[in-house]
């Protein structure tokens, strides 16, 4: 099924969207439906072919001329009044040369002449009823086109404001990590090592993961698991980090790269300081089934500094980054809080996977 469904996109449609098949395959129903019709009322197929041929060909010349020609003049421009009066006109200078082609046509058959004239403001009716159908159709089409570009246009915006997000998050992280490791070498620390190790398991996994639209759940928590390990052997006894996780098989679930990370990245940045003797990050982690959809739970607390950094609840680059992402990928999917009490900054993030 798979198969037959991927050579349908791209064999056939393709060929069927050309301008040239479809228009051709329209005419080929309007003709069969038409001789369908008149098997009714005549017995000859050869003069039902004839005159279904020709009436065609004037129908032919009323469609294109309205498409290349009155509507673009007209419609197009929102000249309403004089395109209505381009329409009429058109139906008065063909349907009689019409009704005269087929007369003629009909010079053996004196009785189907008298039938044609006695429906000829039939067809002047029909044909300005095609001019307004092949109105309808037009606008339509060139609607659904337009909408066709709107969308790949917004889609190839959204992925180039993506991978701009994207870049601007890694160097951020490695910026704040390479920070750490600063640190940890100027006090000689034999945890410097471990701490490049911890990073070079991080950067692998931003290097072949973080371009993917979506990761697994379970590669995002072992990410998390890592940078906590390596904020534990910066911050040492200075910090108490907690990190609970209750998702059972979280290799199951999809997640859009590096999105929680910048909030702990705040955590430590703007919660931490050396105004706080023992400073606290909690961060919990679960997936709940609410109403049929499978919610993420991300919750985080850190104690405050005491000076006010209003920068943690304005956001800099990394919570800027982060809203906006979740604006791009998950809209109308998540709920985001961000609250601060006297002693505590609050992050809840719930997220429809």
Same mark, same amino acid.
């Given at each position: 099924?798979?198969? *037959?469904?991927?050579?349908?996109?791209?064999?056939?449609?393709?060929?069927?969207?050309?301008?040239? %098949?479809?228009?051709?395959?329209?005419?080929? %129903?309007?003709?069969?439906?038409?001789?369908?019709?008149?098997? !009714?009322? &005549?017995?000859?197929?050869?003069?039902?072919?004839?005159?279904?041929?020709?009436?065609?060909?004037?129908?032919?010349?009323? $469609? @294109?001329?309205?498409?290349?020609?009155?509507?673009?003049?007209?419609?197009?421009?929102?000249? #309403?009044?004089?395109?209505?009066?381009?329409?009429?006109?058109?139906?008065?200078?063909?349907?009689?040369?019409?009704?005269?082609?087929?007369?003629?046509?009909?010079?053996?058959?004196?009785?189907? &002449?008298? /039938?044609?004239?006695?429906?000829?403001?039939?067809?002047?009716?029909?044909?300005?009823?095609?001019?307004?159908?092949?109105?309808?159709?037009?606008?339509?089409?060139?609607? +659904?086109?337009? &909408?066709?570009?709107?969308?790949?246009?917004?889609?190839?915006?959204?992925? *180039?404001?993506?991978?701009?997000?994207?870049? &601007?998050?890694?160097?951020?992280?490695?910026?704040?990590?390479?920070?750490?490791?600063?640190? =940890?070498?100027?006090?000689?620390?034999?945890?410097?090592?471990? %701490?490049? =190790?911890?990073?070079?398991?991080?950067?692998?996994?931003?290097?072949?993961?973080?371009?993917?639209?979506?990761? *697994?759940?379970?590669?995002?928590?072992? #990410?998390?698991?890592? @940078?906590?390990?390596?904020?534990?052997?910066?911050?040492?006894?200075?910090?108490?980090?907690?990190?609970?996780?209750?998702?059972?098989?979280?290799?199951? #679930?999809?997640?859009?790269?590096?999105?929680?990370?910048?909030?702990?990245?705040?955590?430590?940045?703007?919660?931490?300081?050396?105004?706080?003797? $023992? !400073?606290?990050?909690?961060?919990?982690?679960?997936?709940?089934?609410?109403?049929?959809?499978?919610?993420?739970?991300?919750?985080?607390?850190?104690? /405050?500094?005491?000076?006010?950094?209003?920068?943690? +609840?304005?956001?800099?680059?990394?919570?800027?980054?982060?809203?906006?992402?979740?604006?791009?990928? #998950?809209?109308?999917?998540?709920?985001?809080?961000?609250?601060?009490?006297?002693?505590?900054?609050?992050?809840?993030?719930?997220?429809?996977?």
């Amino acid at each position: 099924m798979a198969n *037959s469904s991927n050579f349908l996109t791209r064999k056939i449609y393709p060929y069927l969207a050309q301008r040239w %098949v479809y228009h051709g395959l329209i005419w080929g %129903v309007y003709v069969l439906l038409l001789v369908v019709l008149n098997r !009714g009322q &005549q017995t000859n197929i050869a003069i039902i072919i004839q005159q279904t041929i020709l009436h065609l060909l004037f129908v032919m010349v009323v $469609v @294109y001329a309205n498409y290349q020609y009155v509507l673009p003049t007209y419609l197009l421009q929102k000249k #309403y009044v004089q395109f209505l009066l381009a329409a009429i006109a058109l139906t008065i200078v063909v349907a009689p040369l019409e009704l005269v082609v087929l007369y003629w046509s009909l010079s053996d058959y004196p009785n189907r &002449q008298v /039938k044609l004239l006695e429906q000829q403001t039939g067809h002047f009716v029909l044909f300005f009823v095609i001019i307004l159908l092949s109105t309808t159709i037009k606008i339509i089409k060139d609607w +659904i086109r337009q &909408q066709r570009v709107q969308q790949e246009l917004e889609r190839k915006t959204l992925q *180039s404001e993506l991978s701009f997000l994207k870049s &601007q998050i890694n160097p951020h992280f490695l910026f704040n990590t390479l920070n750490s490791i600063y640190a =940890l070498t100027l006090k000689k620390s034999e945890k410097a090592p471990e %701490v490049v =190790l911890q990073l070079s398991e991080m950067m692998r996994y931003m290097l072949y993961r973080s371009d993917e639209k979506k990761v *697994s759940l379970l590669g995002e928590i072992q #990410y998390i698991q890592n @940078y906590l390990a390596l904020e534990k052997l910066r911050y040492g006894n200075k910090a108490q980090i907690e990190f609970e996780c209750h998702i059972a098989q979280p290799d199951q #679930y999809l997640i859009a790269p590096l999105l929680l990370i910048p909030f702990l990245e705040n955590s430590f940045k703007h919660g931490l300081s050396q105004s706080i003797a $023992v !400073g606290t990050v909690t961060c919990m982690l679960f997936v709940e089934q609410l109403e049929g959809k499978t919610i993420l739970d991300f919750t985080l607390q850190n104690s /405050k500094t005491t000076e006010r950094d209003v920068r943690y +609840i304005k956001g800099g680059i990394g919570l800027v980054n982060v809203r906006r992402r979740l604006e791009l990928i #998950y809209p109308n999917q998540y709920q985001l809080e961000i609250e601060e009490t006297e002693e505590l900054y609050l992050v809840n993030l719930q997220l429809e996977l």
